[in-house]
């Protein structure tokens, strides 16, 4: 059985920072192309970052500079990392895995990250 989880959301003043984490298990996470997607209300689901298993990343340009997407192939676990929070980074955060070969794809259920003073 498949499965991503995803932790470390949470609600975070302007200016701060979450680390979020996705545990995977059931697939073979190292030929999998680990991402976090978000999905603000109202909004369609949009690209945040990706990782391949050799660790080439790309990340939408309103996160450059301020988020840094991570991946423990021993562990089965992608991160996160979001500094300067803003307002407009609430959403409700998705790890997906995609397998390289066959392009299955999985989704976690979803963290929320809230941004708010």
């Known amino acids: 059985q498949v499965q991503l989880v995803e932790s470390g959301g949470g609600l975070v003043q302007p200016g701060g920072s979450l680390r979020l984490s996705c545990a995977a298990s059931g697939i073979h996470f190292s030929i999998n192309t680990m991402g976090w997607y978000r999905q603000a209300p109202g909004k369609q689901r949009e690209l945040v970052a990706t990782?391949?298993?050799?660790?080439?990343?790309n990340y939408v340009d309103s996160v450059k500079g301020r988020f840094t997407i991570s991946r423990d192939n021993a562990g089965n676990t992608v991160y996160l990392q979001m500094n300067l929070l803003k307002p407009e980074d609430t959403a409700v955060y998705y790890c997906k895995a995609r397998n390289v070969y066959t392009n299955i794809e999985y989704w976690g259920q979803g963290t929320q990250v809230t941004v708010s003073s």
């Open positions: 990782i391949t298993s050799g660790g080439s990343t």
